[in-house]
């Protein structure tokens, strides 16, 4: 699951996870409503209300329409497909399961491995080294060039075998070297 669709997912299941704008979805479905008969059937303020409503406007799940001096809404049934077609796919819910155990697994690694933001070794399996990797290259500033001299004195504030992780970044893709100079590779974006 892409960051962007994680992102709309949780902020969809924020939204309806308040009782109040879950209510406001559940009468919207079926009919059109002004704030005033909804604070009214919903027992709260007005501006309680259009609180809950702004925030589903927001993620387009109600439209509104003028109507005189009031507004109407409804709910914007294309949305609520869209989303549940497109994130709530069996293959989405999986991805986000994996991310979660994928997350505290990379978290346990670098508790295990870092201490007072100090490597204490670089880890002998390739998955977890990989983390670490992960872990250092963003130390390195995207889009700067580095001397390998600068590099080193990075790399030495978490541990003091530079050449190895020198050498395992430029092996993993993280970083890029030319002529003594490095670089981050830009598409890493992790840890």
Known sequence: METQ???LLLQFLKALA???RLKLLGLLADHEYSVGELAELLDLK????SHHLAKLLDLDLVQMRAEGTSHRYCLKQETLKRINRELFTP???ATIAENVVSDAWERKVLQTYLIDNQLTKIPETRKKRDVILNWLVTRFETGRRYPEAQVNTI???????TATLRRELIGNKLMQRENGVYWRVESNTQV
């Open 5 to 7: 669709d994680f992102t």
């Open 155 to 161: 790399i030495k504030q978490y541990h003091p075998d």
């Open 46 to 49: 007005e501006p309680t209300v």
């Open 91 to 93: 293959e989405q819910v």
């Open 18 to 20: 308040h009782e109040s």
